[in-house]
């Protein structure tokens, strides 16, 4: 059964690559304009760009929709936190550091499902192969990171996060270890409370290339 179920992953075609690829970053540009409208903020430009991912025609168009409209929400939902840009891994600010750790937790965990379905967790169809990348992982995340940017905002305006853990080191922010199982415990919580939809929209998925009739898999927060 893995094996049939790998050797579709790799017979997919172009087209339905992109296809799938669509539809997963129209549920990650949708779902952060809910969020923007959750706090009474302008949604206009997110609403453009996911009227925009119908009309493009080959993977890079799609990445520039998805980075305008993710610049756009940042930008928009962080405003508030000194947000300056998404900057993976370097942990330059507080709020680096945080999306680092959670996206990271959900990362393992969307990676734990796809591995008991039996999916090669390599073979992506929007992120392209690369060496020791789960690229599959970062494709069916990103719809769920709003999940992770929503948890955020929330443990900032709560204090959950307050900003005297963190402390500016010569590798960037850093914390005492003290403080990080709060942070994880923090994302872990908001992961497991969604745990059934992460598992129904990756079994979705898994029977979208088993059975290569049924429709993309969609996760869209409620209004």
Not at 43 to 71: C, P, R, T, W, Y
Not at 198 to 208: A, D, E, R, S, V
Request: glycine share 6%.
């Amino acid at each position: 059964g893995k094996f049939c179920l790998r050797s579709r992953q790799y017979q997919l075609s172009n087209e339905q690559n992109l296809n799938i690829a669509k539809q997963i970053i129209a549920d990650k540009i949708y779902n952060q304009a809910v969020l923007l409208r959750r706090i009474g903020a302008d949604d206009s430009l997110l609403q453009i760009h996911f009227g925009d991912v119908n009309s493009v025609f080959n993977a890079k168009m799609l990445l520039g929709v998805e980075g305008s409209a993710s610049k756009a929400f940042f930008g928009d939902y962080y405003g508030a936190y000194g947000w300056v840009r998404r900057s993976p891994r370097t942990k330059e600010d507080i709020l680096n550091f945080l999306l680092d750790i959670g996206y990271t937790t959900l990362f393992n965990f969307v990676d734990a499902v796809c591995r008991h379905f039996g999916l090669d967790t390599y073979k992506g169809v929007y992120h392209t192969q690369f060496f020791a990348r789960r690229s599959l992982v970062c494709d069916l995340m990103e719809p769920f990171r709003c999940l992770i940017d929503n948890r955020t905002r929330s443990a900032l305006n709560l204090k959950i996060f307050s900003p005297d853990i963190f402390k500016q080191g010569s590798y960037g922010i850093f914390t005492e270890w003290q403080n990080t199982s709060k942070i994880t415990q923090t994302y872990a919580k908001e992961i497991m409370e969604n745990r059934q939809a992460i598992f129904l929209y990756i079994q979705g998925f898994y029977k979208l290339i088993m059975e290569q009739h049924n429709a993309a898999p969609s996760f869209r927060l409620k209004r």
